[in-house]
């Protein structure tokens, strides 16, 4: 079966601290991957996506950039955070562009 | 911007009671997918609908895509505590190249 971990769980950074969030996918092959922030309760806010490895796509242009060095690993990066990057931040993955998503657990970031 | 607009945005009622969540959009979507998200964690998909005009259940909660492909809706029967969690709901909008767009969530509680 499909399993999606995501990490750290909680996070807390100063304002400027450079971010790394890492994402990985096991039981599939060449998922679609995707980094969504969702706001305190409400609905979700799609940051980056990824077809293939090296493939990335920006939703939103932000301080945050995303990697995808190996087929089933993606990774969210800063290099100098700031306060309004604070957030759940989520990982999912498909296995179609038109297929359901599949979600981690999340991460919690704060940036003080 | 496309916009699948979901009601209510939050919902107390105590226990035994019956409830709709909709979401609307002048959008047609190729299909639609409800989640349930619980506190610090990811979302979870309870169920895809495809075809217009479409029920499926699931134990309490009934989902309905609308005829058009433009509206879905929720109904639980007799909520139980154990319903209580964000709802969303997420479309892949045909008239946008298939993005998947997302509802800003229902948030429900259920009162024992």
């Known amino acids: 079966s499909q399993t999606i971990h995501q990490w750290p769980a909680t996070l807390v950074q100063p304002v400027g601290s450079p971010l790394s969030l890492e994402c990985t996918v096991e039981?599939?092959?060449?998922?679609?991957l995707y980094w969504y922030r969702q706001a305190a309760g409400r609905g979700l806010q799609l940051l980056f996506y990824s077809v293939g490895i090296g493939q990335i796509s920006s939703e939103v242009p932000q301080n945050l950039s995303a990697s995808r060095p190996q087929d089933r690993q993606f990774i969210l990066s800063s290099k100098k955070l700031l306060l309004s990057d604070s957030g759940f931040y989520l990982c999912a993955w498909s296995t179609t562009r038109n297929s359901p998503l599949h979600f981690g657990n999340g991460t919690r970031l704060t940036v003080t | 911007t496309q916009l699948l607009e979901q009601s209510p945005q939050f919902l107390s009622i105590q226990e035994g009671e019956n409830l709709t969540v909709y979401c609307n959009s002048s959008?047609?979507?190729?299909?639609l997918q409800w989640y349930r998200q619980e506190p610090g964690e990811g979302p979870v998909l309870l169920v895809t609908?495809?075809?217009g005009g479409e029920v499926k259940k699931l134990k309490r909660l009934t989902f309905q895509f609308g005829d058009a492909r433009k509206d879905s809706s929720l109904h639980i029967t007799a909520a139980q505590p154990g319903d209580t969690g964000l709802y969303l709901c997420?479309?892949?909008?045909?008239?946008?190249?298939?993005?998947?767009?997302w509802g800003a969530g229902t948030k429900l509680i259920i009162k024992p």
């Open positions: 997420a479309g892949y909008d045909m008239d946008s190249n298939y993005q998947l767009i």
């Open positions: 039981g599939t092959s060449n998922p679609n």
């Open positions: 609908v495809v075809t």
């Open positions: 959008s047609v979507f190729s299909s």
